[in-house]
């Protein structure tokens, strides 16, 4: 920050560094709980240390946080420079918007920020599974993850209901492995296969029990709703920015018979589509009470 000497001699704040203050919300700043900006999103993520993953950050909540470290720095500070003005004036929220715009150059991160090591950890809800040796290990910015599942890990735990009483009812033994195996990209939240899932039954056969129990598993803030028919809006696509898993719910069976369809190719294809945002791929599951083939040409 700049200093200015009175005329009485008395030395006080007369500027601050915007690029000094907006690095001061990066790792160096913050290390425990650092913030980055996506320009491909053009969002700001602060890691939660309370959560262990990145949470999207509006710019007003990041003015907020930078008026209050300056009057606290403020209030601690018992040198001899006047810091007056650097308590009222600068930590005013229009002063400082320039510093969040310098933010955006400053901490910025490439669009592949949050998609390192998704094959090789598991976000739980009491750490970081790794995969290797399946060894828990603490939650830690140097993840990268925006996301967590909604259920611990825990070595011991067994689901003989699940499959006894609703699984293996419905489905042999080819389906059970080949939905375990689906359900596998939907926990790392990457379609790796390229395939969607279409849940095929009768009313009442399980399809929405089966949803549910996924649904508490992957977390419900880790899953969104597509329609295909409003797949062209930029606005829809968009909305699945940092969703781990896209759900068709009751969809009619000839719902891949309109245009927009052709846009889940490129959702399961790991291909860039960029309409609001770029990179969107988690795994999609759709469901039908499979009175018609989903295929069937009206």
Same mark, same amino acid.
């Not at 420079?81 to 150059?105: C, E, N, P, Q």
């Not at 901490?107 to 998704?118: I, K, Q, S, T």
């Not at 696509?237 to 490129?266: E, R």
């Given at each position: ?67 209050? +470290? ?57 750490? +970081? ?37 609703? +699984? ?50 992957? %977390? ?18 968009? %909305? ?59």
């Amino acid at each position: 920050m700049a200093l200015k000497q009175g005329r009485d001699g008395d030395v006080a704040v007369d500027d601050i560094s915007e690029d000094f203050f907006a690095g001061v919300l990066g790792e160096d700043g913050f290390p425990e709980m650092p913030t980055v900006f996506v320009g491909d999103e053009n969002r700001f993520y602060t890691y939660d240390p309370s959560e262990g993953h990145y949470r999207a950050q509006t710019e007003a909540s990041l003015l907020f946080r930078l008026s209050k +470290m300056l009057r606290e720095c403020c209030e601690n500070y018992d040198g001899g420079v006047d810091v007056t003005k650097l308590a009222y004036r600068f930590s005013k929220t229009a002063s400082l918007a320039g510093v969040i715009k310098r933010a955006k150059g400053v901490l910025e991160v490439p669009g592949m920020f949050f998609d390192a090591n998704l094959v090789d950890f598991l976000p739980c809800t009491n750490g +970081m599974l790794r995969l290797s040796d399946f060894k828990l290990l603490p939650f830690s910015p140097a993840f990268r993850r925006r996301n967590k599942l909604g259920i611990a890990y825990d070595p011991e735990a067994t689901c003989p209901r699940f499959l006894d009483q609703l +699984m293996r009812p419905a489905l042999d033994e080819e389906d059970l492995e080949l939905l375990q195996r689906w359900c596998g990209q939907a926990l790392i939240g990457v379609n790796l296969a390229q395939v969607i899932l279409f849940l095929i039954g009768t009313p009442g056969g399980g399809k929405g029990t089966f949803i549910r129990i996924l649904n508490r598993i992957i %977390g419900p803030e880790n899953m969104a709703t597509f329609r295909s028919a409003l797949l062209m809006n930029r606005f829809e696509i968009s %909305g699945f920015v940092g969703k781990t898993l896209l759900y068709g719910a009751d969809v009619a069976p000839d719902f891949l018979n309109c245009s927009a369809a052709a846009v889940l190719k490129s959702l399961t294809g790991l291909r860039n589509i960029r309409q609001q945002t770029r990179r969107i791929f988690p795994p999609t599951a759709c469901e039908s009470d499979g009175s018609r083939s989903l295929m069937e040409n009206p």
